[in-house]
């Protein structure tokens, strides 16, 4: 049961690099998330998907974004990485009517 | 704005000891509130959760509290052990699915 899967698990950038967060769920589930956590905030919801083809904005959408092409599938890009993006992010999922959300392990990104 | 408010944002608590958690919010069309627990370097893991129709649930030694009128609930933690210090996020969430965490309680249990 591989549950939520995120790669890389880390990554050093640099300033104006792009890369991709993969995050891959075996639940079919409906419902897709990224946060990113900073210490002493909590999560903040970065942007979210209902079903393949359908995302839409968080709290903090901005320097991201994000496709869903697949069920499974939901990676988050960042295009013009800057020093402000250095954060963990976790990808989530939650089933169509459920309220529990399943994470991954998380992505530990620093921006130098 | 914080759409949910936590407290303390740490707690050290004796091994056997009550721990306790509280949150706030301010929408009211919020429906689902849950507890997420989360060790170093791991994702968060759902602990426990309750809907607002329901004052108290309770599974094993944790324990939530909700008053709605309040627009408060809360986590117990009876009998704490050192297994149980991480980090605590209480959460809420409307139709739609989407989450608003509060901003964490790190917990440590002393043997």
């Known amino acids: 049961n591989a549950g939520v899967t995120q790669t890389p698990k880390f990554r050093i950038l640099k300033i104006g690099q792009s890369m991709t967060l993969q995050c891959t769920q075996d639940m079919n589930h409906n419902y897709m998330y990224w946060y990113r956590q900073d210490p002493g905030m909590g999560l903040k919801l970065i942007y979210y998907s209902v079903g393949a083809g359908i995302t839409d904005k968080g709290e903090v959408p901005n320097g991201y974004n994000v496709s869903r092409s697949t069920t499974e599938d939901f990676p988050l890009r960042l295009e013009l990485a800057a020093p402000s993006q250095t954060s963990v992010y976790f990808c989530a999922s939650t089933p169509l009517g459920g309220r529990g959300a399943f994470f991954g392990q998380g992505t530990r990104l620093t921006v130098v | 704005q914080q759409q949910v408010k936590q407290s303390p944002q740490s707690l050290i608590v004796q091994k056997g000891g009550i721990s306790i958690i509280n949150c706030a919010y301010e929408?009211?069309?919020?429906?689902?509130f849950p507890w997420y627990q989360q060790f170093p370097g791991k994702g968060p893991a759902l602990l426990i959760a309750?809907?607002?129709?329901?004052s108290e649930k309770k599974e094993g030694r944790f324990t939530i509290s909700f008053n709605k009128s309040a627009k408060q609930f809360s986590l117990h933690i009876m009998d704490s052990q050192p297994g149980d210090s991480a980090t605590y996020f209480c959460a809420a969430s409307s139709t739609g699915n989407q989450f608003y965490f509060g901003t964490g309680t790190s917990l440590t249990v002393i043997p």
């Open positions: 309750i809907r607002p129709d329901v």
């Open positions: 929408n009211t069309a919020f429906d689902y």
